[in-house]
C-alpha cells in the first residue's frame, strides 16, 4: 500500500515554515532593536541638547534683566517652551523622529529627577522672572543663577546614563546579528542536509534503478525506507519492475500464442482464397463439388468427405461426389430422406454437426459413420442466402475436435459452395434460356420462310401434275416455271437465314455487321444501298446488336421480296439518350392500316421485328403508305432492357 499522499510534503513545508518563522523572528528583532537605537540616539541628541539650552535661557534673562522690551521677554519665553518640550518628548517619546524614552531604570529615574527639579525649582523661576518688575529681576536671576549648574550636573548625569544605555543596546544588537549570521548558516545547512535525506537521496536511488532498467536489469528492486511519497514512489518502481519482469518471462511464450494464432489465421484464410478461386472455375456441377472436396479434405486432414445436395421437390439429399467411403456406405447412403440420419437433420435445422461416434447423437438412425470406423463424422450446410442447397460432410479416423475458428470456417467455405452451385444453376437455365430463344427464332424464321415456300410449292406440284395427267403441255409449262421460281425463291431463303445466323460470329461491331449485310444484299438483288452513321455513342450490348441486326435483315428480306425498290438506305444515329435506326426504301410501299389484317409473310416479318425490339427494350415502328416506300423505325433507349455496354 502506498503512503499517505502528501507526507513528505508536509515535513519539507513544515521544516520551511519553521525555519521562516526564526528568521523572520530574528530579523524583527533586529529591526526593532535597530529602530530602538535610533530614538536612543535622538534622545541623547535632545537632552544633551537641553543642557546648552539651560544656559541660553541664562543667558537671555541675563540680558533681559535690566530690559523692558517685549521682545526680549518673549525669547525667553519661547526658549522655555522649546525646554518643557523638549523635556515632554524624552519622557513619552516621538514616534515620528523616532525618538524614544530611555528604557533602563537609572536613566528613567535621572530624567524624572531633571523634570522634577525643572517643574519644581528652574521654571518657577523663569516664570516670575518673566512677571516680575526690572528691579525686581536681578535678584530673581541669582537665584536661578545659583540652582544653574546642579541642574545642568543632572541633565549630564542623564546623557551620561543614556549613552551607556545605547551602548549597551549596540552591544545587543551585535549580539543578535551574529546570531542571525550563525542560524542562518546553520539553518540552511540542516535544510540541505534535510533535502538531500529526504528528497535528493531517494531521487538519486530511484534515478539510478531506472538506469538499470534502462540496461534490461528488470531484477532491480528499490529499498523502501520511509512511509512517504518517495517510499511509495519506490514501492511502486518495485511492482512495475515485478510485473515486468513477469511480462518480460511469458513474453516468448505470449509471441509463441500470437504467432501460432497468426498462422492459423493465415491458414485459414488460405484454405478460403483456394476454395474460393477453385469455385470460380468454370467447370460442371460435379467437378466443381470434387474440386471443393479435395481441397477441404486435404487442407483439414480429413480422411473421408461427400458432399449430397437437396432436391426440393423430392425431399431427398443426393450424393453428387465423395472420397474415401466404401461401396456398402454408398450403398446406404446415395439417397437420404431429410430427416432418416443426422444429415437430413442439418439440412432441415441448418446447424453445423460435429460429434464423436463413440457418443453419437440422436438423430443419428443409419450408423454408416461408425461401421466405416470413423472417430469424428461432420455435417455442414451448404446455402446460399436463406436456401439450403446442400450438405458436405468430413470424416475422421482419430478423434478431430474443431475449434470454433474452424467451425467458423468451414460455414463459410459452405456458403461459398453454395455460392458457386447457384450461379452454376444459374448459367445451365441461362444457356438454357438462350438454346430455347435461337430454336424459338429459328422456328419463327422456318415458318416464315421454308414453310410457307414449300406450302407454295407443293399447291404448284399438285397443279402440274393435273396439268400432265389431262395432257395440258402449256399449263404444265408455266407451272414448272413456278415451280423453279419457288425452288429458286426457297433456296435464297436458307441462304439467308444461314446469314442471318453466322452474322454474330463474323462481325466485330453493329457498324461492320450492317456494312457487310448491304453488300451482300446489293450483290444478291443488284438495289443500290447506303449506309449512313450519325453521331457518337458507347458501344451497345452484343446481345441487343444482334437482335437489331436480325430486325435491319428481315427489313431488307421484305424489301427483296415486296417493295421492287431500286434504293435502300440505313441511317444509325447515336447520342446519349441512346440509338435509333431507320431502314427507307422507295419502293411501292404498303397500306399499314390494311396491311396487317392479310396473313402474308410480310405481315408475319413485320411482328416478328416488333418482337425482337421488344426483347431488348426497344420499339419498332413501320411508316409506308402506297406508292412512296416504307422507312422502318428502330429506337433504342439507353436505359432499356438491354441497355449500353458501358451502362
Known amino acids: 500500500m ?3 499522499p502528501g507526507k513528505l510534503s508536509r515535513k519539507i513545508v513544515g521544516t520551511l515554515i519553521v525555519f521562516l518563522l526564526v528568521l523572520t523572528g530574528s530579523i524583527s528583532l533586529t529591526l526593532l532593536i535597530s529602530w530602538q537605537l535610533e530614538g536612543v540616539a535622538a534622545a541623547i541628541n535632545d537632552a544633551g541638547s537641553q543642557r546648552m539650552r539651560t544656559y541660553h535661557l541664562a543667558l537671555l534673562m541675563t540680558r533681559t534683566a535690566t530690559s523692558a522690551e517685549p521682545a526680549a521677554l518673549e525669547l525667553v519665553a519661547g526658549e522655555t517652551r522649546v525646554f518643557d518640550q523638549v523635556l515632554l518628548h524624552l519622557e513619552r517619546g516621538d514616534p515620528v523622529r523616532p525618538l524614544a524614552s530611555p528604557r533602563d531604570a537609572e536613566s528613567r529615574q535621572l530624567l524624572l529627577r531633571v523634570g522634577q527639579t525643572w517643574q519644581q525649582e528652574l521654571r518657577p523661576l523663569v516664570e516670575a522672572f518673566l512677571a516680575a518688575t526690572p528691579a525686581e529681576r536681578p535678584a530673581i536671576l541669582a537665584r536661578f543663577d545659583a540652582e544653574l549648574e546642579s541642574f545642568v550636573g543632572n541633565i549630564n548625569e542623564l546623557v551620561m546614563a543614556m549613552e551607556r544605555a545605547y551602548a549597551e543596546d549596540t552591544e545587543l544588537l551585535r549580539t543578535v546579528q551574529g546570531l542571525l549570521l550563525m542560524f542562518a548558516v546553520i539553518g540552511t545547512v540542516l535544510v540541505i542536509r534535510f533535502l538531500i535525506r529526504l528528497v535528493i537521496r531517494p531521487v538519486n536511488v530511484l534515478t539510478a534503478g531506472m538506469q538499470r532498467m534502462t540496461g534490461n536489469d528488470l531484477g532491480v528492486r528499490l529499498p523502501e525506507t520511509s512511509d512517504d511519497e518517495l517510499g511509495g514512489l519506490a514501492r511502486g518502481f518495485n511492482q512495475m519492475a515485478g510485473h515486468l519482469q513477469s511480462v518480460y518471462a511469458t513474453l516468448e511464450e ?3 500464442a500470437k504467432t501460432r494464432s497468426l498462422e492459423q489465421r493465415n491458414r485459414e484464410l488460405g484454405i478460403l482464397y483456394e476454395a474460393t ?3 470460380t472455375e468454370p467447370v460442371q456441377l460435379e467437378s466443381l463439388c470434387q474440386s471443393f472436396l479435395d481441397h477441404i479434405k486435404s487442407a483439414l486432414g480429413a480422411d473421408a468427405g461427400a458432399v449430397r445436395l437437396y432436391m426440393p421437390e423430392s425431399q431427398k439429399l443426393y450424393l453428387v461426389t465423395h472420397e474415401g467411403l466404401s461401396d456398402a456406405f454408398l450403398e446406404r447412403e446415395n439417397v437420404l430422406n431429410c430427416g432418416e440420419c443426422l444429415c437430413g437433420e442439418v439440412i432441415q435445422s441448418g446447424m453445423p454437426a460435429v460429434f464423436d461416434t463413440v457418443n453419437p447423437p440422436r438423430g443419428m438412425k443409419l450408423g454408416s459413420c461408425i461401421r466405416e470406423g470413423f472417430a469424428t463424422a461432420t455435417a455442414f450446410s451448404i446455402v ?6 446442400g ?6 479416423r482419430e ?3 474443431l475449434s470454433a475458428q474452424e467451425r467458423h470456417l468451414l460455414e463459410t467455405l459452405g456458403q461459398h459452395l453454395g455460392v458457386a452451385i447457384e450461379n452454376q444453376r444459374l448459367k445451365s437455365r441461362e444457356m438454357e434460356l438462350a438454346v430455347s430463344e435461337e430454336r424459338n427464332l429459328l422456328a419463327q424464321e422456318l415458318h416464315d420462310s421454308i414453310a410457307q415456300g414449300l406450302a407454295f410449292l407443293n399447291i404448284q406440284v399438285q397443279l402440274l401434275q393435273d396439268s400432265l395427267r389431262k395432257g395440258r403441255q402449256e399449263e404444265a409449262l408455266q407451272t414448272a416455271e413456278q415451280l423453279r421460281e419457288g425452288v429458286q425463291e426457297s433456296y435464297d431463303d436458307v441462304r439467308e437465314l444461314l446469314v442471318h445466323f453466322r452474322s454474330r460470329m463474323l462481325q466485330a461491331d453493329l457498324d461492320s455487321a450492317i456494312t457487310s ?6 450483290g444478291q438483288t443488284g438495289i443500290a444501298t447506303r449506309f449512313d452513321q450519325i453521331g457518337h455513342g458507347a458501344p451497345l450490348n452484343p446481345a441487343d446488336e ?6 435491319i435483315q428481315e427489313a431488307l428480306s421484305n424489301i427483296r421480296k415486296h417493295a421492287r425498290a431500286s434504293n435502300v438506305q440505313v441511317t444509325l444515329r447515336r447520342n446519349t439518350a441512346g440509338a435509333d435506326i431507320e431502314v427507307r426504301d422507295d419502293g411501292i410501299g404498303f397500306d399499314t392500316e390494311n396491311e396487317p389484317n392479310v396473313q402474308s409473310d410480310r405481315h408475319v416479318g413485320l411482328q416478328i421485328m416488333r418482337e425482337r425490339a421488344h426483347r431488348v427494350g426497344a420499339e419498332c415502328r413501320i411508316v409506308s403508305s402506297i406508292g412512296e416506300g416504307s422507312r422502318v423505325l428502330l429506337s433504342l433507349p439507353k436505359d432499356s432492357r438491354g441497355g449500353l455496354l458501358n451502362d
Not at 446460399?384 to 442447397?389: A, C, F, I, S, T
Open 2 to 4: 502506498l503512503a499517505t
Open 254 to 256: 505470449r509471441v509463441d
Open 277 to 279: 478461386s477453385l469455385l
Open 384 to 389: 446460399h442466402g436463406k436456401q439450403r442447397l
Open 391 to 396: 450438405v458436405y460432410n468430413l470424416y475422421f
Open 399 to 401: 478423434t478431430h475436435p
Open 517 to 522: 449485310a448491304l453488300e451482300k444484299f446489293e
Open 546 to 551: 444482334i437482335q437489331i441486326m436480325h430486325i
